[in-house]
């Protein structure tokens, strides 16, 4: 007897169908997974067969082989346990083989039988839309499908609910998506962080038109402090791209219970982070933080602690937004289009530039440990945010707080919407060079201040777009249609040597 089952296999957010068939031959007792498995699912054998014997359901002493079809496509996960499951029982005729037509399966398996949680169900379900079929998924993960709009979702606790399903014993009702998302609301404020007017004006221009930020100071002056309250400022996730966001979670297990992610994402590696854990890959090429920061941050604090082959990996996503792990037998493209938010000190030491606490090897330290950052990474900067050590009778003296978050995400908001009117649908940030230099249309003065700006920075081709477009957000936050003198001004204030 042949039975056929339907799940897919992942290759970095790329879904693939597979095809899961089941034959049962008299022979010699043998139960064989063939099809470019992985240990993951090479071991579904041992927990199908306790599951089976667990649920009283008797495990033939036949010749069972099962082939995970197209064979050239790497199958890995657990998530195979349960299509493999459903098809042997439709192979022993527990319930008609056709059923399982209209599904695409996905769970992996208990030895009592129960349905636990795996990663990836919502690209599955996206995937389920697409080839007209429904899902059956683990209990835990139905919100997940619903929100993809998908209708026919088998939300299953256990094996045996299933079966009881497919024999007409019992209904397995559908999820019902969650339609209000609590609105989410931070423990921080801007409005904690006194004096720095530089540093905050920097993040808000950064937060406007998506640009990316290395923050300089003295220990103590509120960088790692700033980054923090960095996410109140930022505007919502759009529907399509809390879509995206929310696949990639999907893909690492760490979507919120409600199914869908709707903040963008914060992410702060430690420096002792390792290349794949940054940047994705690893033996199972999982995505790495640069595309759990999506559409988000990823702040890195003391960035020259970075080891350097690390910090240089992100060079290519910062370009193209995405990366590719290339293995010998798959490849994995993951999305990254993330918002760099860095911190350092100016040396070893952080005291450069004072000239009572400086160590001895000042300046020479500081050309050392600012050295640790190659110019091609410091390239993809845009806004340089020098600050400098806060004075702390401020903070004990000062009687008004500084602005608060709500207030300077109001004037980012309404930047946003100037971006909106005219018909741009990306950040400034993604600006295409040519369209940037189009509506450019410099006059005398401005013309002048570019002249001087590639004189005093020795601007590359990169920097020189990257000045333009921190005008772009500057004048956007000013409501102006072009740039003009002023804006490239405080831009060219943003673009110090390090
Ligand atoms: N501008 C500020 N306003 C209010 N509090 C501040 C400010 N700067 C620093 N602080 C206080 O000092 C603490 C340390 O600041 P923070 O960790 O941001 O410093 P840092 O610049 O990141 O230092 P380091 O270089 O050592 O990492 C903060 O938690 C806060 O309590
Ligand atoms: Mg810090």
Same mark, same amino acid.
């Given at each position: 007897?042949?039975a ?46 306790? *599951? ?34 459903l098809?042997?029982l439709a192979?022993l005729k527990v319930f008609d083989t056709v059923q399982l037509? #209209? ?14 949680? *795996? ?8 995937? /389920?839309?697409?080839? #007209?079929?429904?899902? &059956? ?12 709009? &998908? ?11 299933l079966i009881n399903h497919f024999k007409g014993d ?65 505007? !919502? ?17 760490? =979507? ?9 994402? %914060? ?19 999982? !995505? ?13 604090? #003391? ?11 992100? @060079? ?16 994995? @493209? ?6 760099? &938010?860095?911190?350092?000190? !100016? *040396? ?5 530039? #004072?000239?009572? @606490?400086?160590? +001895? ?7 050392? %440990? ?51 009117? @005219? ?18 249309? !410099? ?6 201040? =570019? ?6 920075? +020795?601007?590359? /081709? ?37």
């Amino acid at each position: 007897m042949l039975a056929k089952s339907y799940t897919v296999s992942f290759q970095g957010i790329d879904v693939h169908p597979v095809t899961v068939e089941v034959v049962i031959n008299n022979g010699l007792p043998n139960f064989n997974i063939v099809g470019l498995a992985d240990k993951a699912v090479g071991e579904s054998r041992e927990r199908i067969r306790a *599951c089976f014997h667990n649920l009283g359901v008797a495990f033939p002493a036949k010749r069972i082989t099962v082939n995970l079809s197209p064979a050239d496509v790497p199958k890995e996960g657990a998530h195979f346990d349960l299509p493999i499951a459903l098809c042997i029982l439709a192979a022993l005729k527990v319930f008609d083989t056709v059923q399982l037509e #209209e599904y695409i399966a996905l769970g992996e398996l208990s030895l009592d039988g129960t349905i636990n949680q *795996c990663v990836g169900i919502l690209p599955a379900s996206l995937h /389920a839309l697409e080839s #007209e079929k429904g899902i &059956i998924c683990p209990y835990q993960s139905g919100n997940e499908a619903a929100w993809t709009g &998908i209708s026919n979702i088998i939300p299953a606790k256990n094996l045996l609910d299933l079966i009881n399903h497919f024999k007409g014993d019992q209904i397995i009702s559908p999820p019902v998506a969650p339609t209000n998302i609590a609105a989410h609301t931070f423990s921080v404020d801007m409005k904690e962080v006194r004096g720095q007017v530089m540093a905050r004006r920097g993040l808000e221009i950064a937060a406007a038109g998506g640009h990316n930020v290395l923050m300089s100071g003295p220990p103590g002056a509120g960088k790692s402090m700033l980054a923090q309250r960095f996410p109140t400022l930022l505007p !919502p996730l759009w529907p399509e791209e809390a879509l995206e966001v929310s696949i990639i979670h999907s893909l690492s297990g760490l =979507l919120p219970d409600s199914g869908l992610v709707t903040q963008r994402a %914060y992410r702060d590696p430690h420096h002792s982070i390792s290349m794949p854990a940054l940047v994705g890959g690893g033996a199972k090429a999982k !995505p790495g933080e640069i595309s759990l920061a999506h559409h988000g941050v990823l702040f890195l604090d #003391e960035l020259p602690e970075f080891p350097r082959y690390t910090l240089e990996a992100l @060079r290519q996503p910062l370009e193209t937004g995405e990366v590719l792990i290339a293995r010998a037998s798959n490849h994995a @493209r993951f999305p990254a289009k993330f918002q760099l &938010i860095a911190a350092m000190n !100016p *040396c070893r030491c952080g005291y450069l530039g #004072e000239v009572e @606490r400086e160590c +001895s090897k000042a300046p020479l330290c500081g050309k050392d %440990y600012q050295g640790k950052l190659s110019g091609p990474l410091l390239d993809r900067f845009d806004l340089f945010i020098q600050m400098q050590k806060i004075d702390p009778k401020d903070l004990v003296l000062a009687t008004d707080d500084g602005e608060d978050s709500a207030t300077i995400r109001a004037r980012i908001m309404s930047a946003i919407d100037f971006q909106h009117e @005219r018909g741009q649908r990306y950040k400034n940030a993604d600006f295409k060079s040519a369209e940037l230099l189009a509506q450019l249309e !410099p006059d005398e003065a401005l013309s002048e201040l =570019l002249q001087k700006a590639f004189d005093r920075f +020795s601007l590359s /081709a990169r920097g020189f777009y990257r000045l333009l477009k921190v005008a772009r957000t500057i004048a956007d936050l000013a409501h102006h249609e072009k740039i003009n003198k002023e804006h490239l001004l405080e831009a060219m204030q943003f673009r110090m040597v390090v």
